[in-house]
């Protein structure tokens, strides 16, 4: 982003001032997954709630007037039902599958089926690009399956009852996978039980993210960024938010911190600009543990690219309590802003860096997890190859929460946002995101989601960001895990010697790049 330029301004200010046993087994899907009798990998949603339909409602925010409709004309399927998404992963030699379901277990089996030679897009290509079959066969529902899906048997809609439009009230649902690996057909059975949400016991918790621009690029351009900053603080205290994530909150974080009231719990300042990360959270009784700030291995730009090199941006971690014994790892970013080259490529090395991050935490202490913060990326437009779908998405496991709430979870058809004439900037798939997963035996689901512009008096907005505004509700299952990790609240730091330490790391940067600074004096 422009903003980011005010780096290397506020050195210059400074100087001078992510089978089978059999039916009756009575194996149960779990979100760590399991592996059949016969070797199949399943990693699967923990359940899927029965719930009703409801008539559609849209939020006032222009974006959100597209109204997509059913086959039930003006309802639409509960947010609060999950989705039936699996990753299913065969043995090597694997030159066919056969994906069924059904409801009782004995008949009625309903799926699809691909080889290696009418469908040969599923597996991964050897050298000369045919199936590579001594690699195993990773299948996942939430890419190419959902498109062909015509049928509709492993969504939502094979369960639904159309003469009372709702759901059928079954407990469970019967998966049979039947696979030919090295010539030899190999069939397994597991089933996934299904939980009453209405009863399941639950959490609801509002949570935003909001660049707040805190940079003096601003003021030397006459803004007022201490006003702004103020409006910032009283909009996010009087909107009920439990989580408050920033970015940018750098040399006016005073200003900010004073004009939030209810704020029981925050993470440690780190500075202004060059040696803080401009990162920050804030909860409403809410106790924040473990925090960790980590920087990112690469950034681009001193003196162009975004400037981007000149701070210690990265991404802060902590473990948040919030509420009915559930915790949860919560992530705020910022990433490389810019689109050349450099800025790219530490993109995807950053969302790798985290991808990476999250996936040791969890494997260490297994809850659910929210990352949130300026992504400074669309996943509409696929950008950087599509390393934050690639990387974060499959990888990693995380849904994207807009993407689920407003796209019905398709990641690929935006068609109809793309042709409603709005930019995607702060109204739809803007940058400012939020993504999750469960973990722990405790679900998690996105009820709410909204951007907002935060405007002063005069309705002037207060940042070149929206406010991207997240409910989410986390629900317990009969999986649930007491937390056993020592939580521990995080010291205040001096942050003189970081500051030091910063400034001339950023000096030396910028006497280094000095060949750059008529492209930084154009921008300006």
Known sequence: MKKILCLILTIA??????????????????????????????????????STLYQMEFPSHQSYEIKDKSVEGDYAVSRELNDLSYTFTFPAGTTEIECMLSLNGETNWRGFSVNSTENPSYWEKDENGNADLTKPLTFRRNEVTAERDEYGVLYRDYLKDKDVKGFRDNDKIYWRLRYVCNEETVTDYFDIRLYDYDNAEKHTVKTVNFNVAGLPFAALKGENVIANQKVAGKYLSSNDFDIVAVQEDFGYHRHLAESLSGFTHSTNYTGGIPGGDGLNIFTKGKAVYNETRVAWNEASGILSDGSDALTPKGFVYSVIDVGNGIYVDFYNLH???????????????????????????????????????????????????????????????????????????????????????????????????????PGGGVDVVVSDFRYTEVCDDSGKVVSDHSAAECDFTFIKTEDFTENTQELRTAEKRNNFLHQVEWFFRALFMVLSDLRNLPELLKEL
């Open 13 to 50: 200010i400074t100087l001078s001032s992510f089978c089978f046993a059999s039916v009756s087994s009575g194996i149960v899907a779990h979100a760590k997954g399991f592996e059949t009798e016969n070797g199949v990998q399943v990693t699967m949603a923990p359940f899927l709630y029965k």
């Open 335 to 437: 990433a490389d802003a810019y689109g050349g080259e450099g800025s790219i490529a530490a993109r995807t090395s950053q969302y790798k860096q985290l991808a990476e991050f999250i996936k040791a935490r969890s494997a260490e202490n297994d809850r659910p997890v929210i990352v949130t913060g300026d992504f400074n990326n669309y996943m509409h437009t696929h950008e950087d190859d599509g390393a934050l779908y690639k990387t974060l998405y499959l990888e990693c496991g995380l849904k994207d929460a807009w993407i689920e709430y407003h796209n019905d979870g398709d990641y690929f058809n935006l068609y109809k946002w793309h042709i409603s004439g709005l930019p995607a900037w702060g109204n739809w798939d803007s940058v400012e995101r939020f993504m999750y997963k």
